[in-house]
């Protein structure tokens, strides 16, 4: 053999391997088992698999090593991908994508399919496409089903993507699916019990978790994920209070070689949990205070002073806890969690304290370093947003607790008192003076009519309005507001008064300035005293009417600090608690059935046997309330928005009636729909005025007459309807002479004769012609006032002589007031000095507006009698209605008629909110709404310009 040619022995070789691959192939078909070609197993396996396990196995190495732990939150179980190292790996990951591929389309003889789908699953995991590799991972559990390695491993796989995708419930039945077959294979456990963990935690079932880690462990080998795992576990036992296991995993991790970080974390847990079960504050503070004294937890010196700081407050020791919060910040680090932590300490310790200034300044730190993944930060940035208007309303309750406690002192007492809160106040201008924050060394606490103090030399209460630190500083900048800098001398009130600020008596400064000028505290300090003492005594509550209006002040702050808990911060145990102590204070208050609804709904998830209380006491004191109906029937808006639905069409169908002059027909229907008093009372008032006027045209004056004033006794305060009825009565009595010789009390139309109040018109509604292009609305002196609108009253007449209607005739919620500037509004756009009008766009170009229009007639013949304003019907292209009111002249009355009649709208329109919207435009603008898609601009636009 030694000496034959290298070419026989290459034939040789060459033939004994084929012998062999054959045999091997004739064996394979004779036992039934797939063929594979050898030389694409030899190239899948060491030119591909190899290369692309290497490849993943690098990368999941790296983004392991990457990852930085917050180790004040709880450890994640696993490190997952994120946008970034999905973003620097997504080439790698192509690439593995296509080595897999090629196998798949190419070497359909291998025996490397299943591992070639696998790697194509974790590439597109590692990549960030998780849909693709769940579907991945479900081919392979599905087609390599009888392969446990794959099958468990593919189905592991797939829960956390789909875990990764959000869908915890699909990805809790894959892992019962891999809990089925957890015996059949072991190389998958150690990961299936962590990804079972995740689920747990993610689903807020922290026991369950702590026995999936705990056998997690048993069957892991990689030493870091290890130790990640401990000090996770020692978390979660301490969250749930086994302190000694928690202490146990704690203490692995500080015996361990783990990075210095997390034994620093771990031994900080360990004198937590060792001296809340064996030694007191002092002995954990000294511990601390050895840690800080390390030089090697110089970058971690803001989380012991944060740890010092939290024992202090433990035991009431409020004064070293804040000095030791204010040393946690003034530590140089870069750890933003841990500073949003301090500032929030603080900013909740201030506003418990009733302290507000102070605690909007730490609220306002804590919005500026709140990192994103910061536990509940949305609660906390809700809380920031309404911070100012929660303050508001607490300080109101504060401030009117205190006033009441003042007036109930007897006259001593009143004296004693006042004088000692002047004193403080001008102690506090002094200590502003000179650049020295007061402080105090005793922990406030909340003032109740209980544990006040009668000897007001004693009474230091931060939660007493005018002993907080925030108000220390209001006397100066009160008595400058009212009075000026003064000298002392006979009648000082009557001198200098060039220099005086005007301001209402008896009002107090809530806010205290941010700095005290110098100048302000340069007055005579008896005639500075004299004034704030007057001031607080023109405050104090001391008549019935004042103590009222002092209580009203309660109840409506009380209310609106549970409605922002609840609504705004979504803190509905703190709500509970503001409408539970305005039950407490006003148990026969009218808000009684909204607030037993409130507490009823708030307390459904976190105290059943609160909730049940609450819901007996509305259903047994409030039978009959929308709030009652809703809890018997959940369903019960959705029914009602229904019917009202329903009702709205009646209406419409009715009122065409009532244009066809079917009298009967209207009185019929309409009798019918109020016997069964079904519906809102708005449209049951106003179908009850078609058939009065149905009626008017049927009967004479006196039973015309008395369907008036059953429609007044019955929806007695109808903001629309009881002051047409009104106006109806007045006319009658002012003309019963000569109305009670007609046959009927409403006669037909007849142009040449004075028409009675308030007739609508017996014809449909004009549509103006429409025109291409540019339409601007005729000039006011063309307008005319549509038929239903006229009243006999002398026409002509400009919005500023508006005729004034009785109280009485409007509804609390019709009109307003003064309507403050708008420093929102482009003036280019919505000038002051213009012609406008006010437009209701229906944006659907077949709906019936007749009703609606005639709803419209009613709201501005009671408010705008007499005055030179109609509405009008414009159709744009087919596509939508314009129905414009005016015109106004200038910007503040178009403004006010939106302002009075935007709340009355559902009302008058009976057609669903969503289809119309409404806005103001000017004469020049009108023009220029030529189709749908520039109405909608419009609309968008001017919805920006408001506040």
């Known amino acids: 053999m030694a ?43 060491y030119n591909i698999v190899y290369h692309g396990r290497k490849i993943i196995m690098d990368v999941e190495r790296e983004l392991f090593a990457s990852h930085t732990d917050n180790y004040q939150q709880l450890l994640p179980v696993l490190i997952e991908p994120t946008e970034t190292t999905a973003a620097s790996n997504a080439t790698l990951m192509d690439s593995v994508i296509g080595k897999a591929l090629n196998i798949i389309n190419k070497k359909t003889k291998s025996k490397y399919i299943n591992e070639a789908y696998m790697l194509t699953g974790r590439a597109n995991y590692l990549k960030g496409n998780y849909f693709n590799a769940v579907e991945f991972f479900t081919y392979v559990a599905n087609t390599f089903g009888d392969m446990p390695e794959y099958r468990q491993a593919a189905l592991v796989w797939k829960a956390r993507s789909l875990m990764q995708l959000g869908n915890l419930t699909a990805a809790g039945l894959v892992l019962d699916t891999v809990f089925m077959g957890l015996e059949s294979e072991r190389k998958s456990r150690g990961m299936a019990f962590a990804t079972q963990a995740k689920h747990y935690l993610l689903t807020h079932d922290e026991a369950s978790a ?37 202490y146990a995993h704690f203490t692995r991790v500080v015996r361990s070689n783990a990075p210095y970080e997390m034994s ?13 079960d064996h030694s007191t504050g002092e002995e954990r503070v000294r511990l601390l205070k050895r840690m800080l004294r390390d030089s090697k937890n110089k970058d971690f010196r803001d989380q012991i002073y944060y740890q010092i700081a939290a024992v202090y407050y433990a035991d009431s020791n409020v004064s070293e806890a804040l000095t030791n919060y204010q040393l946690a910040l003034q530590q140089q680090n870069a750890n933003r969690y841990q500073t949003t932590l301090t500032y929030l300490k603080l900013a909740d310790h201030y506003f418990n304290e009733a302290t507000y200034h102070t605690a909007k300044q730490y609220y306002d730190s804590v919005g500026m370093s709140l990192p994103p993944d910061f536990p509940d930060a949305g609660a906390i940035q809700r809380k920031i ?15 009117q607790d205190s006033l009441q406690y003042l007036a109930g002192l007897d006259e001593h007492g009143r004296n004693a008192g006042i004088d000692s809160i002047v004193a403080q106040a001008y102690a506090q201008v002094q200590a502003s003076k000179q650049g020295v924050k007061g402080k105090t060394n005793r922990r406030p606490q909340r003032l109740t009519f209980d544990d006040v103090m009668v000897s007001t030399e004693v009474y230091t209460d931060n939660r007493f309005y005018f002993n907080n630190p925030d108000a220390m500083g209001m006397g100066q900048v009160e008595f400058r507001r009212r009075w000026g800098n003064r000298q002392l001398g006979d009648n000082w009130r009557f001198s200098d008064m060039g220099q005086a600020v005007p301001g209402a008596a008896g009002r107090l400064v809530e806010e205290a300035p941010a700095a005290v000028p110098e100048e302000a505290v340069e007055v005579d300090s008896a005639a500075w005293a004299s004034a704030l003492r007057l001031t607080y005594l023109e405050a104090l509550p001391d008549t019935k009417e004042k103590l009222a209006a002092s209580h009203r002040q309660i109840h409506d702050a009380l209310l609106s600090v549970g409605n922002i808990y609840r609504d705004e911060l979504r803190d509905y145990e703190e709500a509970a608690k503001a409408y539970e102590e305005l039950l407490r204070r006003y148990p026969d208050t009218k808000e009684a059935a909204l607030i037993y609804f409130n507490l009823y709904r708030i307390y459904t998830d976190i105290n059943v046997t609160k909730a049940d209380f609450y819901r007996d006491r509305l259903l047994g004191e409030f039978p009959d309330s929308l709030y009652a109906h809703i809890v018997r029937d959940p369903m019960y808006l959705e029914k009602q ?10 209406y419409g169908n009715i009122y065409t009636r009532y244009t066809q002059r079917e009298y009967q027909q209207v009185i019929a229907e309409v009798t019918h729909i109020l016997d069964q008093g079904q519906g809102r009372q708005q449209t049951l008032s106003q179908l009850a005025y078609l058939r009065a006027l149905a009626l008017g045209r049927t009967a ?89 609108g006229q009243t006999g009253l002398p026409p002509n007449r400009g919005l500023g002589s508006t005729p004034r209607i009785a109280g009485r005739q409007l509804a609390k919620t019709a009109d307003v007031g003064e309507i403050a500037p708008n420093t929102y509004r482009d003036m280019v756009l919505l000038p002051d000095s213009a012609t406008y009008y006010f437009v209701i766009n229906v944006m659907n170009a077949r709906v019936n507006l007749a009703p609606s229009r005639f709803g419209i007639g009613q709201f501005n013949r009671t408010r705008y009698t007499g005055v030179g304003i109609s509405h009008q019907l414009k159709v744009v292209n087919n596509e939508t209605q314009l129905v414009y009111i005016g015109p106004f002249d200038g910007y503040e009355q178009a403004k006010l008629y939106e302002t009075r009649i935007r709340p009355l709208l559902p009302d008058i329109m009976k057609i669903p909110s969503a289809i119309y919207n409404t806005f103001l435009i000017t004469e020049e603008n009108f023009g220029t709404l030529s189709d749908f898609s520039k109405i909608d601009d419009y609309h968008a636009i001017y919805q920006e310009q408001e506040p």
């Open 641 to 650: 928005e229904q019917q009202q639905r329903i009702l709205d069409e009646v």
């Open 700 to 788: 004479p004056l006196d039973t015309f007459e008395h369907v008036l004033q059953t429609i007044a006794a019955d929806f007695p305060d109808d903001s629309l309807i009881a002051p047409l009825v009104h106006q109806h009565l007045a006319f009658i009595e002012a003309n019963r002479d000569t109305l009670a010789s007609r046959q009927y009390a409403l006669e037909d139309m007849d142009e040449s004769r004075e028409r009675f109040v308030d007739e609508p018109t017996m014809t449909l509604w004009p549509q103006l012609v429409i025109r291409r292009g540019a339409d601007r609305p005729r000039p006011r002196k063309e307008l005319t006032v549509a038929a239903a």
């Open 385 to 399: 947003a309404n911070l100012d208007e929660l303050i508001l309303q607490l300080q109101v309750v504060a401030r």
């Open 3 to 45: 000496h034959l040619p290298v070419s026989v022995i290459r034939f040789i070789a060459v033939a004994c391997v084929a012998t062999v691959v054959a045999a091997c192939a004739a064996d394979q078909r004779k036992r039934g088992e797939p063929e594979y070609d050898m030389m694409e197993n030899l190239t899948a396996r």
């Open 210 to 246: 702590v026995t999936m880690l705990q056998q997690a462990l048993e069957y892991t080998q990689h030493k870091p994920t290890k130790l990640r795992w401990h000090y996770l576990l020692g978390q979660l036992l301490e969250q749930q209070g086994r302190n000694e296991e928690a």
């Open 264 to 276: 620093f974390q771990a031994g900080l847990h360990r004198i937590q949990l060792l001296t809340k």
